[in-house]
Structures are given as structure tokens and as C-alpha cells.
């Protein structure tokens, strides 16, 4: 007498079972596959509307950065501008010094200090 070890090895993979394996449930527990099929979309559903969710919070935290990067712009931007214009203010009011200080006969040193105050900064800033 001959003894013959036979070894059957499945391998499935996906959501649902082969439909062997589905029939056997529905054997046993009548709607058993209904059921495991109905749970499998479920799930499937489920794992779309997290992928989306996903997304739209990738989304938003991307234009959240962007929105943050346009008002730090936008501050530059006008950091720079109040910067010339209180230059030019500068500027305005060394030259007006300046003249006043040689139509009252001051001291020319008096003069060049409110001249060179201009001067320094118009040089200072062409040179970089």
C-alpha cells in the first residue's frame, strides 16, 4: 500500500475570496457572500472618500502656504516702500535745512552736516 501526501496551498489576494470560497460561505450561511461582497464596496467606498479627503487637505494646506507667502511678499513689498518714501522726507527736509541754514548765515559746516546726511545715504545706496 502506497500513501500519496498531496498539499494543496491557495493563495488569493484581494478584497473578496474566490468564488469557491464564496459559494462555501453562502453554503454555509445563506446571503454569507452578499454580505462580504456588500462590505468589500463598502470598504472600497470608504477608502476613495479618504484618498479625496486627502487631497482636499492637501489642497488647502497649499494654498494656505501660498497665502502665506503673498502677505509676506505684500510685506516686503511695502516695507520697502515706506523706506523710500521716508527716505525721500529725509532727503527733502536735509536740503530745506540746508538752504535755510545758508539764507540765515549759519555756520557752512551746518550746511554740509544737513548736505551730507542726503548725500551719504544716495551714494550708500547706489553702491549696493
Do not use: C
Amino acid at each position: 500500500m502506497e500513501l500519496n501526501n498531496v498539499l494543496l496551498h491557495k493563495l488569493h489576494q484581494g478584497p473578496l475570496p474566490d468564488p469557491d470560497t464564496l459559494k462555501a460561505y453562502d453554503d454555509l450561511l445563506p446571503g454569507a457572500a452578499s454580505t462580504i461582497i456588500k462590505m468589500a464596496s463598502d470598504e472600497a467606498l470608504h477608502n476613495r472618500n479618504l484618498e479625496v479627503l486627502a487631497q482636499e487637505s492637501d489642497a488647502l494646506a497649499r494654498d494656505k502656504k501660498i497665502e502665506v507667502e503673498r502677505e509676506r511678499i505684500n510685506g516686503i513689498l511695502l516695507s520697502e516702500q515706506l523706506g523710500q518714501v521716508l527716505g525721500w522726507l529725509i532727503a527733502f527736509f536735509s536740503i530745506g535745512a540746508a538752504s535755510w541754514s545758508m539764507w540765515a548765515d549759519k555756520s557752512p559746516v551746518i550746511t554740509l552736516a544737513f548736505l551730507g546726511l542726503p548725500l551719504t545715504t544716495i551714494i550708500n545706496a547706489l553702491r549696493k
